[in-house]
């Protein structure tokens, strides 16, 4: 598609439930890239593929967050037992070099209860 | 120090002037640099890239930058109220490919 798609755009989750976030890249982009934006504007990166390959995953809490991009299908954001701090918007983008602008998804609101 | 700073604002600007926005970073390595525009609830959308030094015009968008001064501005003429939004300035990093968000600039159009 034209367009990065995000699924779904609303989550609610209980503390200590799991989450899981989709994400379809742009038809064509090799990256895909997760963001977390807390508060209004300040946004955390999570994790970054090359196809299928993790690129980067530096900003991974990685005791309870996990992500893959397995051929053919949509990308995915795991959290397992969500804690409160993790209630924020989740960004997925796409690009189709590393060194260009990302393309972004509507993102997905998740909220921790 | 935060890697790329902007002023929070808000900034407001009466409607068919100039809005300056202002972005520094620490990087000397950085390489690609952007300006994205963020509705209020609503994603990130990319209206600027800029790679090398000087003047990059859009329509009624100018981005500029300086490496030497580590300094990237973007340019709004004959604002819009439709131009309220946050603007977000984003680097990314030679070697690391990491995009780098600052904190943005609320911008109000006042009509």
């Known amino acids: 598609g034209e367009e990065v798609a995000q699924t779904p755009k609303h989550l609610v989750r209980g503390e200590g439930q799991k989450a899981k976030l989709y994400c379809a890249p742009i038809k064509g982009h090799s990256y895909v890239f997760w963001y977390q934006q807390v508060l209004k504007n300040e946004f955390k990166f999570l994790i970054s593929?090359?196809?299928?390959?993790?690129?980067?995953e530096t900003g991974m809490p990685k005791e309870r967050f996990s992500a893959k991009c397995l051929p053919n299908s949509p990308c995915s954001l795991e959290i397992q037992a969500t804690k409160l701090e993790d209630s924020a918007v989740y960004f997925c983008?796409?690009?189709?070099?590393?060194?260009?602008?990302?393309?972004f998804g509507p993102g997905t609101r998740l909220l921790v209860l | 120090q935060k890697e790329v700073e902007q002023n929070s604002g808000p900034l407001s600007v009466p409607e068919g002037a100039i809005a300056s926005l202002n972005c520094t970073y620490s990087?000397?390595?950085?390489?690609?640099f952007f300006w994205y525009r963020q509705y209020s609830g609503k994603s990130p959308e990319l209206i600027m890239s800029?790679?090398?030094?000087g003047d990059k015009e859009d329509g009624r968008f100018t981005a500029q930058l300086n490496k030497a001064s580590q300094y990237v501005s973007l340019l709004i003429r004959d604002s819009q109220p439709s131009d309220s939004a946050t603007y977000l300035c984003?680097?990314?990093?030679?070697?690391?490919?990491?995009?780098?968000f600052g904190t943005g600039t609320r911008l109000t159009i006042i009509p």
């Open positions: 593929f090359q196809n299928e390959n993790v690129f980067d």
């Open positions: 800029i790679y090398s030094n």
């Open positions: 990087d000397r390595g950085s390489q690609s």
């Open positions: 984003a680097v990314i990093h030679l070697g690391n490919e990491k995009l780098t």
């Open positions: 983008a796409s690009s189709r070099t590393s060194d260009r602008g990302r393309d």
